[in-house]
């Protein structure tokens, strides 16, 4: 995977939240919420917390007294989910490569990772250093995608954009999309030492006020936007136009409602 896959940064941030954190990523964030429990004064560690859309829903629902860690590679995107908590909300956020953890053996009681597993260049790596920071029987709770034909709104948009594209298409899409063999999960589960793992197809409907503005985060609300403009063969605003009219004539306007399906997985140290 190329640096360019996982560079959230500039207007991307923004893009993402705003026009795909509510549609595709705020049901499963809230999913991922409830499924972590940890006792009073315990910790939790978020690894690749984007713009906080699942740091929120967590602090929101564990105790006060746990302990709120949340991390990503980005800064641009930390910055952006700082904005989300006041001064007083007890949250610690930190810059740091999922392959590297910054923190001591045995240090959390849960690791929560929401959409961020297919960006990791050393997947293995990277679940062994969760596996090293959790506590003894501590539980790993995270989500992939579906295979892409599972997520409609998003196959519209590879399949839109790439067709701009005769030489060298864009290739962003087939990264968050790339690892939903539940055989592969397994086995990186398994190298890392983890028991007890279990996985859910979980399917949700995306819902966007408009075609026009779900076409605007699925081109400008992730790094294929780098892609498009490194390539200069094309204009943004034609893109997203065809994105948004390929998305009307399937699933019509006003609101815009499409199928999306994930992997979520649950394993203890």
Same mark, same amino acid.
């Given at each position: 995977m190329?640096d360019?896959?996982a560079?959230?940064?500039?207007?991307?941030?923004?893009?993402y939240?705003r026009?795909?954190?509510?549609?595709l !990523?705020e049901d499963?964030?809230?999913d991922?919420?409830n499924?972590?429990?940890?006792?009073?004064g315990?910790?939790? =560690?978020?690894?690749?917390?984007?713009t906080g859309?699942v740091? /929120?829903?967590?602090?929101?629902?564990?105790?006060?007294?746990? /302990?709120?860690v949340?991390?990503?590679?980005n800064?641009?995107?930390?910055?952006y989910?700082?904005?989300?908590?006041?001064?007083s909300?007890?949250v610690?956020?930190k810059q740091?490569?999922?392959t590297?953890?910054?923190?001591?053996d045995?240090?959390?009681?849960?690791?929560?990772c929401?959409?961020g597993l297919?960006? !990791?260049?050393?997947k293995? /790596?990277?679940?062994r250093?969760?596996?090293?920071?959790?506590?003894?029987?501590g539980?790993?709770?995270f989500n992939?995608?579906?295979?892409?034909?599972?997520?409609? =709104?998003p196959?519209?948009?590879?399949?839109?954009?790439?067709? !701009?594209f005769?030489?060298?298409?864009?290739?962003?899409?087939q990264?968050?999309?790339?690892l939903?063999d539940?055989?592969?999960?397994q086995?990186?589960?398994?190298?890392?030492?983890?028991?007890d793992?279990?996985?859910f197809? =979980?399917?949700k409907t995306c819902?966007?006020?408009?075609?026009?503005q779900?076409?605007k985060?699925?081109?400008?609300?992730?790094?294929?936007i780098?892609e498009?403009?490194? /390539?200069?063969?094309?204009?943004?605003?034609a893109?997203e136009?065809a994105?948004?009219?390929?998305?009307?004539?399937?699933?019509?306007d006003?609101?815009?409602?499409?199928n =999306?399906?994930?992997i979520?997985?649950?394993?203890?140290?």
């Amino acid at each position: 995977m190329s640096d360019q896959h996982a560079a959230f940064v500039g207007s991307i941030p923004e893009n993402y939240d705003r026009y795909l954190g509510p549609c595709l !990523f705020e049901d499963y964030a809230t999913d991922i919420a409830n499924r972590v429990n940890v006792p009073d004064g315990g910790a939790v =560690l978020e690894i690749a917390c984007g713009t906080g859309i699942v740091t /929120r829903k967590l602090r929101d629902s564990l105790p006060e007294s746990v /302990r709120l860690v949340a991390t990503d590679l980005n800064e641009a995107m930390i910055a952006y989910a700082k904005h989300k908590f006041q001064s007083s909300e007890q949250v610690e956020f930190k810059q740091a490569d999922a392959t590297e953890l910054p923190f001591a053996d045995s240090s959390f009681d849960a690791v929560v990772c929401q959409f961020g597993l297919m960006f !990791f260049p050393d997947k293995d /790596r990277a679940m062994r250093e969760v596996h090293r920071v959790l506590k003894p029987r501590g539980v790993y709770v995270f989500n992939v995608w579906d295979a892409i034909e599972e997520n409609e =709104l998003p196959q519209i948009a590879n399949d839109t954009v790439r067709a !701009f594209f005769e030489q060298d298409p864009p290739t962003f899409y087939q990264v968050p999309f790339g690892l939903h063999d539940k055989a592969v999960i397994q086995k990186l589960l398994d190298g890392a030492g983890f028991k007890d793992a279990e996985m859910f197809v =979980l399917a949700k409907t995306c819902v966007s006020p408009s075609a026009t503005q779900i076409a605007k985060g699925l081109v400008e609300g992730n790094p294929v936007i780098v892609e498009i403009n490194q /390539r200069a063969t094309s204009s943004v605003e034609a893109i997203e136009a065809a994105v948004a009219a390929a998305v009307t004539a399937r699933f019509g306007d006003n609101p815009v409602r499409g199928n =999306l399906q994930a992997i979520v997985c649950t394993a203890r140290r």
